[in-house]
């Protein structure tokens, strides 16, 4: 089984688990995950943007035959979600029934755990999408 990243390394790359850090180009295009350079025009001077979170499902599938270290979750939804500002993120989709997922739907990214390593007492968190709560 693959070993978790290392606490000290896990804690720098705190801001990028917990919200979705996207950047923008002085051409004013929005990338997720945010990257030195813009893969749409090359410009190289990006803004680091937090992003609303909220979006539609574009695509979903159900996975019943997980990667290794997530069969306790299967079967789960997995959806490209397109997020207001414009990326598209590839993420599990949570409290909801697989049978009320259809296209077009609205999500809101919320904070789930992701995985647990029992051997290192270590619980890894990171974004899911859910329908919006009222």
Not at 6 to 14: A, I, N, P
Not at 65 to 77: A, L
Not at 81 to 93: D, F, R, T, W
Request: hydrophobic share 35%; with cysteine.
């Amino acid at each position: 089984m693959a070993r978790p990243m290392q606490v000290s390394r896990y804690w720098r790359h705190f801001r990028e688990k917990y919200m979705l850090i996207g950047g923008k180009c002085e051409n004013g295009h929005v990338h997720f995950p945010k990257r030195s350079v813009c893969p749409v025009c090359g410009s190289r001077k990006i803004e680091e943007i937090e992003l609303s979170g909220r979006g539609k499902v574009l695509s979903w599938t159900i996975v019943r035959n997980p990667p290794s270290g997530f069969e306790y979750y299967k079967p789960f939804p997995l959806a490209l979600v397109e997020l207001e500002e414009g990326p598209v993120v590839l993420a599990q989709l949570t409290d909801v029934d697989p049978e009320e997922i259809d296209f077009g739907m609205e999500v809101e990214v919320v904070t789930k755990k992701i995985r647990e390593f029992e051997e290192d007492g270590i619980i890894l968190y990171g974004y899911k999408f859910r329908p919006p709560v009222e």
